[in-house]
């Protein structure tokens, strides 16, 4: 039976957001939805081209050319001199369901940080459609930095468009695989954004579209080589270590383990030492003639 083509776009709008809130369950271990599966029945050649794989540590190739929103000429690392980390969201800006939510759960994710954009790090959507310009980034653009409400945000928000040329060599270094359906006129893939160092190598993977404010700034932390951050954030950092299957942080036992002792010996030295200090001040002002 032939399917109209807002059936089948339906369908494939359905099977994208099943794979965007399970992507990092096979994304990683390079298999794919099966036979059986609805995104397996909808559409097989389009979605068996659609994930992430993550590529811990890959260096970015920072000499693809975009234009950013005002329509200037830029280089990838233009975006790397700062010495912050920087967030990369994969999206393209005429996306009808996903990519907004994306954009959505990152901004509501940051708007509880304490830390900001063009500070602490640096906010870079780029669009995988080669269609489509800079005006349409601005527009973007001006309605994520009205959510966002900090000062300063603008220099921190960077909304990029470019050529298949450079667009589809960075999305291949972040390993972010979509695929582009004629008969419903959508690009198919996977959510996710990606935390990159400094020094243009990707730290971290942010999967779905709702992300941990507190994963991400560990993340933000770590990636800047602890150069952001209190004391208390280097303790959490020490108890917690960043999975790359699940995306988020996790209980580093052994750490926790080793801060736990190390805290009840200095507890109980404290402890020691207070006593014996009150034992010797309650001698020294005993009455005289008294043992």
């Known amino acids: 039976m032939k399917l109209s083509t807002t059936t089948r776009r339906m369908m494939l709008t359905a099977a994208m957001l099943l794979a965007a809130g399970s992507c ?10 099966g036979s059986g599966d609805l995104a397996g029945n909808v559409q097989v050649n389009i979605l068996n081209q659609v994930g992430i794989d993550a590529k811990m540590g890959a260096p970015l190739p920072l000499d693809l050319k975009f234009k950013d929103e005002t329509g200037k000429a830029v280089i990838l690392s233009d975006y790397f001199h700062s010495g912050r980390p920087v967030l990369i969201a994969p999206v393209y800006y005429n996306c009808t369901m996903l990519c907004n939510q994306v954009l959505n759960g990152m901004v509501s994710s940051l708007n509880v940080l304490k830390f900001n954009a063009g500070t602490e790090f640096d906010v870079l959507a780029v669009s995988f459609d080669p269609r489509e310009t800079p005006e349409l980034a601005a527009e973007k653009r001006r309605t994520y930095l009205d959510r966002y409400k900090r000062p300063g945000a603008e220099k921190g928000f960077h909304f990029l468009t470019g050529d298949d040329a450079n667009i589809k060599p960075l999305m291949k270094a972040i390993g972010f695989r979509y695929a582009w359906d004629e008969q419903t006129s959508q690009f198919a893939h996977a959510s996710t954004l990606v935390l990159i160092t400094p020094e243009g190598k990707v730290a971290q993977y942010y999967y779905g579209i709702e992300y941990s404010p507190k994963d991400m700034r560990l993340g933000i932390i770590e990636a800047s080589q602890e150069k952001v951050g209190n004391v208390v954030d280097q303790i959490i950092l020490y ?18 383990m080793r801060l736990g002792g190390v805290l009840t010996v200095v507890l109980l030295v404290g402890f020691i030492a207070v006593s014996l200090r009150k034992e010797k001040t309650g001698v020294m002002n005993m009455p005289a003639g008294r043992a």
């Not at 990683?28 to 939805?33: E, I």
């Not at 299957?245 to 209980?251: E, I, N, P, V």
């Open 24 to 33: 990092f369950g096979f994304q990683l271990s390079g298999s794919r939805p």
């Open 239 to 256: 108890c917690f270590h960043y999975d790359p299957t699940t995306g988020k942080y996790g209980t580093a036992t052994m750490n926790a």
